[in-house]
């Protein structure tokens, strides 16, 4: 199991914008759609990390999709104001200075 992954979401009207961060430095960025099924992959994504991860959430919804996603996986899970880090990218660097 891969520890300290860095998780950015910047959650959109249609989308939620995905960064992963890994201990090694490099980034990933995906999205996924802002439904059901959206948050079903990403659920499933991050439990392959458990309460290793470290989250980062911003944009609409951002503190019901937080506490679901905490819930869910375990992980520490942070709502970042959009204005401090609006991207996913940010968020993700935003998780990492977190520890």
Known sequence: MQTDLCVGIAARHDV??????????????????ASRLGLTALKLFLAAYGPSARLAVSGVAAPSLA????NESGSATFIVSASIAPQAKALARYAEHTA
């Open 67 to 70: 506490l679901a996603l905490e």
């Open 16 to 33: 939620l914008e995905i960064a992963a961060l890994s201990p090694d430095g490099s980034m990933t960025q995906t999205s996924f759609p």
